[in-house]
């Protein structure tokens, strides 16, 4: 596309599916996919004074403090590949501060799109989640099994995916939800994220086919 790169910000509470519509979404239009969840776990994963500090919170399903979250973000913004390629954000802004850092440095997405899922759906996909450690594929006993017996034998569940957990993270996750969308109320775009993850990245997809005609045509207008 011969426009300026696509700006994308994605959200949603716990397992409405980000994760898995980001990685289609990167892979059909390059953008660079940014999620500070992947980030962070990298950084526990490492062993890293970040994660060791990030560690803590992330167990409790808690939020990281903004200082060390926004401070990776704007770090990973900041490289060339992002200007190049454009941004795909994941899970990034999550609080009214974060929010306010994004306006204070001038970066705006061209759209947000949110994934509206029931409570209920999110807390069964949160209790079924699995993740393959080798490819770090993320996989639903019931909803999106694997296919082979090697690779089920390999899943891990991750501690936050407990019933009691997932009840904590999404409310935590509501409330914050309510200070951040009014920052990005003109540029919200809500998909229903209780379809099958194909159908739902169609609508997405074409929502940003409508953008990257726009952005062209601006650029061409100017
Ligand atoms: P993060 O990794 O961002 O966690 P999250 O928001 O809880 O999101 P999840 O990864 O749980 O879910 P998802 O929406 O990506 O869904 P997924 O595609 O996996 O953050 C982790 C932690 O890091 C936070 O708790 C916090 O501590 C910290 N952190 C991160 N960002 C921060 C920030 N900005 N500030 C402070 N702290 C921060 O799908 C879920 C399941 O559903 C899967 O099993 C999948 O197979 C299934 N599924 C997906 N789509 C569908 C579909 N359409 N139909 C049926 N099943 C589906």
């Given at each position: 596309?011969?426009?300026?790169?696509?700006?994308?910000?994605?959200?949603?509470?716990?397992?409405?599916?980000?994760?898995?519509?980001?990685?289609?979404?990167?892979?059909?239009?390059?953008?660079?996919?940014?999620?500070t969840g992947?980030i962070l776990r990298?950084e526990v994963?490492?062993?890293?004074?970040i994660g060791k500090k990030a560690k803590e919170y992330m167990d409790n399903g808690m939020l990281v403090p903004d200082e060390i979250v926004t401070d990776m973000v704007?770090?990973?913004?900041?490289?060339?590949?992002?200007?190049?390629?454009?941004?795909?954000?994941?899970g990034y802004p999550r609080s009214?501060s974060q929010?306010?850092?994004?306006?204070?440095?001038?970066?705006?997405?061209?759209?947000?799109?949110?994934?509206?899922?029931?409570?209920?759906?999110?807390?069964?996909?949160?209790?079924?989640?699995?993740?393959?450690?080798?490819?770090?594929?993320?996989?639903?006993?019931?909803?999106?099994?694997?296919?082979?017996?090697?690779?089920?034998?390999?899943?891990?569940?991750?501690?936050?995916?407990?019933?009691?957990?997932?009840?904590?993270r999404?409310?935590i996750?509501?409330?914050n939800?309510?200070?951040?969308?009014?920052?990005?109320?003109?540029?919200?775009?809500?998909?229903?994220?209780?379809?099958?993850?194909?159908?739902?990245?169609?609508?997405?997809?074409?929502?940003?086919?409508?953008?990257?005609?726009?952005?062209?045509?601006?650029?061409?207008?100017?």
């Amino acid at each position: 596309v011969a426009g300026e790169p696509l700006k994308v910000m994605i959200s949603g509470a716990p397992a409405s599916g980000k994760g898995t519509q980001c990685r289609m979404i990167a892979e059909k239009y390059g953008v660079v996919h940014i999620s500070t969840g992947d980030i962070l776990r990298a950084e526990v994963a490492s062993g890293s004074e970040i994660g060791k500090k990030a560690k803590e919170y992330m167990d409790n399903g808690m939020l990281v403090p903004d200082e060390i979250v926004t401070d990776m973000v704007m770090t990973r913004l900041s490289l060339p590949d992002v200007k190049e390629r454009g941004w795909l954000l994941d899970g990034y802004p999550r609080s009214f501060s974060q929010a306010q850092s994004l306006q204070r440095a001038k970066i705006k997405p061209n759209i947000c799109i949110l994934l509206d899922v029931p409570d209920e759906v999110l807390i069964d996909r949160c209790v079924g989640r699995r993740m393959d450690p080798v490819t770090g594929q993320i996989y639903h006993l019931k909803n999106h099994p694997p296919v082979t017996n090697e690779i089920s034998a390999r899943l891990i569940t991750s501690p936050n995916d407990t019933p009691e957990k997932a009840e904590a993270r999404l409310a935590i996750y509501k409330n914050n939800a309510a200070a951040i969308l009014p920052t990005y109320v003109d540029l919200l775009r809500k998909v229903d994220g209780n379809r099958p993850k194909e159908v739902v990245f169609e609508e997405i997809d074409s929502l940003l086919q409508q953008i990257q005609v726009h952005v062209v045509k601006s650029k061409n207008d100017r």
